[in-house]
């Protein structure tokens, strides 16, 4: 039983570029959410998917976009990269009446 | 809006022996659930135990096992017969119990060292 996976696990961007990370959540799981986690910080909940529709949102700007396709998977977009966007992007999976929040092994991003 | 608060940044433990790592939060909810999560060097965030708020038990997994005082929103891990691959940062994490799946909102984490 595949856990969560998520791709790339390593990418640096320049600034003012876009990126994409990518998520396969759980087998069994129809609810996608991304976090973001700063060196040395506790992670913040970016926004959560569910039936291909964002049901969630935390404190980030528009530039922060995601999308979740018919087969539970997700994407995370991000434009614009900023220098303070460098953090690990973790994408967590569960069902969405469920209570248990599996996570990824996350995606480094590195803003230059 | 819920808060977690973990005010100890570091912690160190002699291997075999217990250590607890503290975590507070503050939230007007009445029910909800509250984690640890322990995160290792590889970053992966893994689920280490879990308290449902209407449950005035204790949960227990194997050597972990919380102190959950709900008046006093506090919700300590305690960490028996530590081990060397018990180091890692440990997380306290709350989550909304309306229903539906809800977000987890983290502590800003424990640094764990285990001791030879």
């Known amino acids: 039983d595949a856990g969560v996976t998520q791709s790339p696990t390593h990418l640096i961007k320049t600034r003012g570029q876009q990126v994409t990370l990518r998520c396969s959540p759980k087998?069994?799981?129809?609810?996608v959410s991304w976090y973001q986690q700063a060196l040395g910080q506790g992670p913040q909940f970016i926004f959560q998917y569910y039936e291909e529709e964002e049901r969630q949102r935390g404190n980030f700007p528009d530039r922060f976009s995601g999308h979740q396709f018919p087969n539970y998977s997700s994407e995370l977009n991000v434009n614009a990269l900023l220098l303070g966007d460098s953090a690990l992007y973790l994408c967590a999976s569960s069902l969405f009446t469920g209570n248990t929040i599996y996570f990824g092994e996350g995606s480094w991003l590195t803003v230059v | 809006a819920q808060t977690v608060t973990q005010s100890q940044p570091e912690m160190s433990v002699q291997e075999a022996e217990t250590v607890t790592l503290s975590c507070t939060y503050d939230?007007?909810?009445?029910?909800?659930?509250l984690f640890w999560y322990k995160q290792p060097p590889s970053r992966q965030m893994i689920l280490v135990i879990r308290?449902?708020?209407?449950?005035?038990q204790n949960a227990t997994e194997n050597r972990f096992s919380v102190n959950f005082q709900k008046a006093a929103k506090s919700f300590s891990l305690k960490i028996s017969d530590s081990q060397l691959g018990d180091t890692a940062m440990y997380f306290c994490?709350?989550?909304?119990?309306?229903?539906?799946?809800?977000?987890?909102?983290f502590g800003k984490g424990i640094t764990l060292s285990v001791r030879p």
């Open positions: 308290q449902e708020a209407y449950k005035q």
């Open positions: 939230t007007s909810e009445n029910n909800y659930y």
């Open positions: 994490a709350f989550m909304k119990h309306n229903g539906a799946n809800s977000k987890l909102t």
């Open positions: 087998s069994g799981h129809d609810t």
